[in-house]
């Protein structure tokens, strides 16, 4: 093929690639001319590299293809280096990663991951799904097909996206209720990091060896998790103890998945109406927040203590005790409840049920309305029935508390329930920001 014919086939190709490259690797904000550059440059490395295999007596069309091939990879990485050193001022990633090397691993980590992503959702079926997800009018067979194909999807992807499936299930104001049942069914649990990986990241935190630190330790893990792990302990004092820890070297995989999860959810948006009326995107960044508080177990150490002083108040709920000087960033230490959860023990029924749901209902508005931090997700997983039959509470990663408008509103919400006047509700829920721009609150059905 004369050089002329190869340029003028290879230069829409390559400028194309340096387009599409861009948005892979979440570039937005390179300028076309650069792209464009990008893409010369990348032209320019695969026809020498060309011309260099001709003069070796391989073929003219092996030449030109592992020419093609490295150009194009040669235009990523002039994308990549653009984005890394030519406007450091206003790079999104600039501030987080310092070394350029590591900056190209994460953006090449981040396109593998997108591509596995998008074929795992291709092979479930779900390239096309948006509607069902958006909440469309479809028949309850159909949200629960859409569900069972979500579920098993999410559960192959992993990491973050399963965790993103039990957020949803409890959304069913944004999917299908037939939908979020699905994902309800979603188990968390995945293999556990082995002991030679857990220990020194054990012994890194306290300064000390775990056997200077235990008298006992089970390295079998009690629970495992996307985020971390969980162990029995013994204490020198003879005090049993949980230990949670997170996972070796989470940070970068959780970064790059949320990354992912938040580009999803901004094409969503982009192609759908209703996601963008549904505040998709919105609920992406919430759920990005709350997943990156969740590492930091400084963050559940005060929720844990802070909630166990308010339900003390209160009577008849448990919480663990925490051992500050044990816990940090990437481990937390707290005593040991001599109970089952409701999600090992099962539901528990009759008079005693009501007593402990109405306990723990009771429990939870009156720390909301009291302005104290409340246990922000009491799933089964997350509540013991105690050996005394009382109740129990742990797992306090998420938890909140109300500020005085939005206790306000809980109070009028609640009036507006005793009361049985649906006026009442409708404006508590307008006043707490349910509604979005497009609702008339002078409307009446």
Known sequence: MPAVTYLILAIPMFILFAWVARRLLGVTKLSMTKTVVAAFGGL????VLARILLSRDMSQDQAILIGMVIGLI?????????????????????????????????????VRRSTEIARIAN???????FGLAMGQEISPEDATEYGIRLREALQDAGGIFVKLGQLL?????????????ELGLLNQDVEPAPRSEVEPELSAAFGETVDQVFAEFDWSPIGAGSLGQVYKATLASGEKVVVKVRRPNIEDAVNRDLRIAVDLASFAEQQSSEAAQLGVMGLAEQFSRQLREEMDYRIEARNTIECGVSLARQGHIA?????????????L????????????????????????????????????????????????????VMPDGNLGLIDFGSADRLDAFERAAVTEILTGLALND??????????????????DPGHER
């Open 169 to 181: 299930a409890t959304r069913p104001d944004v999917i299908p209720p037939q939908t979020a049942d």
């Open 319 to 331: 919480t663990p005790t925490v051992f500050e000087d044990l816990s940090g960033e990437t481990v």
């Open 333 to 384: 230490v707290i005593s040991l409840l001599p109970g089952e959860t409701l999600g090992r023990n099962g539901i528990v029924g009759g008079e005693h049920g009501r007593e402990l749901a109405d306990t723990l209902f009771r429990a939870e508005v009156n720390a909301m309305l009291a302005g104290e931090r409340f246990h922000a997700d009491p799933h089964p997983g997350n509540v013991m």
């Open 74 to 110: 040669a235009t990523m990485v002039i994308i990549i280096t653009f984005e890394a050193f030519a406007n450091p001022a206003r790079s999104p990633v600039r501030s987080e990663v310092s070394n350029p090397v590591v900056f190209i691993q994460q953006k090449v980590s981040g």
């Open 123 to 129: 092979r479930h079926g779900l390239a096309s799904g």
């Open 422 to 439: 649906p006026t009442m509700l409708r404006s508590a829920a307008l006043s707490m920001g349910m509604g979005d721009g497009d609702v």
């Open 44 to 47: 320019l490395v695969g026809d």
